[in-house]
């Protein structure tokens, strides 16, 4: 391979990414189910014709911590505490369930020695929600600001903390040479530097913005820098990993003021390259022939256990908050969808060898069946009816938070059709 | 090193070349002179601290193809056209002499045998014009819309293509094994193939445009793509320096009607990772022990040169076409700083082994000598005196187009500032 090969297999990963993206918006699917087949189909496992490289893998890295530190920064801590109650309960059942099943369900397939450690992180994985999907969706039925709606997302929101929490105790006990109590020692210790580092930063930011206006463009390089050492210094100095680090960054600079334009630069970061190097890497590392008859099975019994455990899970705490039946099965079929997240914890999983290799096909199989099955299960279940629990309109600060980094970036794209619009015009004028 | 030990690595580099650059800005020197110095000090010449990875090197290729795309992006041929006849001849003669002078110079001290290309390499370095220094200064001054102003602006956008194109005969002639004939008659089919795409390239975009609306952001990603796309055709298949076909790439697309708004995004992914990664592993190549005393004469006299050929090449085609000896020597004075082109050219050099390794010191040295100079010779020669022959504003949508993006990204800011500062007030009025 040439020195410069790498160019074209970047300039592939964005155009694949893109157009499987399209063809799969188009036939109202997520985008990110079409990244990650794009990754499948051009890699080993298929046509061959993209490779795993370090560079890939590194890029793929940043990627992954991007994606984490963007799901802190929109995460308002301040908000999720008024959410409260309900939201935490929802969450923390909706968690618990996923978790025994994969657990179980793993236990049947998996003969390894590190077993306990292993059948757990299928479990973890199980566990993270990815919002994004419902949200789209219920924004199209305009049913976001329902009743299930916010307790949806204040659920989603929560779980994230709390798969991230998982994560970081089975991810510390992978060293078996250290005891249980070192880690979680370790982990108390790392929430509690965060907790420091956040409070002084959020003083810090405060202080340089009150004498200095005009250093946005700086804040946001900085907080990118901010982010990565935070994951270096959680993956070395507290044996946490380094996407738990990337989240906490995340939450810690959401609590500053000028995180609405942090956010925005680092999303243009993100889908210009990283990202879409991460979902074809991720599809990159699929190879078709493992999908043994045993897998196969497997994979349909893991996609079963996502959507079953949820639905229970998020609706029986529904229900113990005082939701009705039918708002409690909405909750927990809006929650069903695992994204990206449940990918990084995965991708994460092998890295460190808490996984084995043949668990990961049906683990992608199990992310693009949640994902693809969400929206048509919420179209369902969100139908109208007589009496319909979730009429009236809720107003919801959090979902205000959710919506104002995409109205800034909608905002900014309108601005500029319409500059582009009165260039044309004075263009046509003149000629 | 651990495998996330990269992330600390990217960490270091952004917040060393943002610092630095700050502290250069603060006292009143260019911001890339920053850049380099943090490379420099925290590199193995100094506090070894940051190592050259082959990670690394890939982001700084991209980082380099990047801003040859933006330079390429930010040049406006209609316009150019336009300017025309002056502008052309400053141009050519600025970009001759430094040639020659470079020439000369390095044959004094260059014994290898591949002496002819190599001294010439020097030269085409001389050639580059870094406009946004002079930009900047002019702009404080309130002096960029005379008519010196002007002439400068367009001198040094046909400065770059120029230089592009001397650095395409030179390493098309790197591979001795192909006659002199086959490198110039692929040279010229790579332009012609550059003419057809682009003739394409702007029909498809504006179908594409006229049937779709709110497309910019996919735009952006597949304008990249195609970035690097053309800098591997560009490398691949015509021997044309990769570079080449990023800046080529970028003139296609700036013939379109949403070049503002990929420019903008382009940026973005510069600024938040890959430019900073470009400057600082320019500043690691430095090995400060290779700087003997001969070594130390040449750089010496290569900044001499620096200064002396654009002045006098810039200033005889001014001369030849009619400005004032005043307006002449500003011009001159105008064009005399080298920035990242130059930087980039002699990275391009070594690469392919065009440059030894010990005339890049000397040509950093160079690149900052000139880059902190001028501002200080421009501020000079610009001061108002009786009579001055450039107390006329000009009209220019040369300027104009130059001034666009930076608009949009402050447009965007004050947005965004007024809309945070409404948050705010809306908190303080709860609380």
Redesign the interface.
């Known amino acids: 391979m ?7 297999d ?2 592939l990963i ?2 694949s990414t ?1 157009l499987f993206g ?1 063809i799969t918006k188009r036939i109202e699917m997520p985008q990110v189910v079409g990244a990650l087949l794009a990754g499948i189909i051009l890699g080993p496992g298929m046509l061959g014709i993209l490779h795993e490289t ?2 890939m893998n ?1 890029i793929a ?2 990627g992954v ?1 991007v994606l984490m530190f963007s799901a802190g920064l929109e995460t308002d801590m301040e908000e999720l505490k008024k959410t409260g109650g309900s939201s935490f309960v929802i969450a923390v059942i909706g968690v618990l369930v996923p978790l025994a099943f994969g657990y179980v369900l793993t236990s049947f397939y998996n003969t390894s020695p590190n077993a306990f450690l292993e059948n757990m992180f299928i479990g973890i994985i199980l566990t993270a929600t990815s919002v994004s999907i419902t949200v789209e969706t219920l924004k199209e039925m305009g049913k976001l600001n329902t009743a299930s709606g916010n307790a949806i997302l204040g659920a989603a929101l929560i779980d994230d903390i709390l798969g991230i929490i998982g994560l970081t105790v089975i991810t510390g006990m992978a060293d078996t040479s250290v005891n249980l109590m070192a880690v979680l020692l370790k982990i108390v210790l790392f929430f509690v530097f965060s907790g420091v580092v956040g409070f002084f930063a959020r003083k810090l930011v405060k202080y340089w913005f009150d004498r200095h ?2 250093t ?3 804040f ?3 907080s ?3 982010c ?2 935070f ?2 210094v959680a ?2 100095f507290f044996g946490v990993a ?1 996407i738990t680090g990337a989240f906490i960054a995340g939450l810690i600079i959401s609590n500053t ?2 995180c ?2 942090v956010a925005s ?2 999303e ?2 993100s ?3 990283i990202s ?1 190097v991460f979902f074809a890497s991720i599809g990159l590392k699929v190879v078709l022939p493992e999908l043994s008859t045993q897998i196969l099975i497997f994979s349909i019994l893991l996609c079963v256990a996502a959507l079953l455990s949820k639905i229970i899970g998020c609706g029986l705490g529904a229900r113990c908050c005082g939701f009705t039946n039918v708002q409690s099965v909405r909750i927990g079929v809006g929650m069903i969808s695992r994204g990206e997240v449940a990918l990084i914890v995965a991708s994460k999983g092998i ?1 460190l060898g808490l996984m084995q290799e043949q668990f990961f096909g049906p683990v992608i199989i199990m992310v693009v069946f949640t994902t693809v099955i969400t929206p048509v299960l919420l179209k369902f279940v969100f139908k109208e009816r007589a009496n319909d629990p979730d009429i009236a309109a809720v107003h919801s600060e959090l979902l205000e938070h959710y919506e104002e980094v995409e109205a ?1 970036e909608a ?3 309108a ?3 319409q ?2 619009r009165m260039k ?1 015009n004075e263009a046509t004028q003149e000629s």
């Open positions: 040439d020195s410069y090969g790498f160019l074209l970047v300039a964005l155009i893109k399209l370090e560079f590194q890295e940043i911590i206006d005009n946005l463009r700086r946001s390089v900085l990118f820098a901010f990565l050492i994951a270096y993956e070395h380094d003021s000028k609405t334009y630069r680092i243009t970061l889908y210009m390259l879409p890295a800034y905002a900014s794209q601005m500029l059709d500059h582009i044309e």
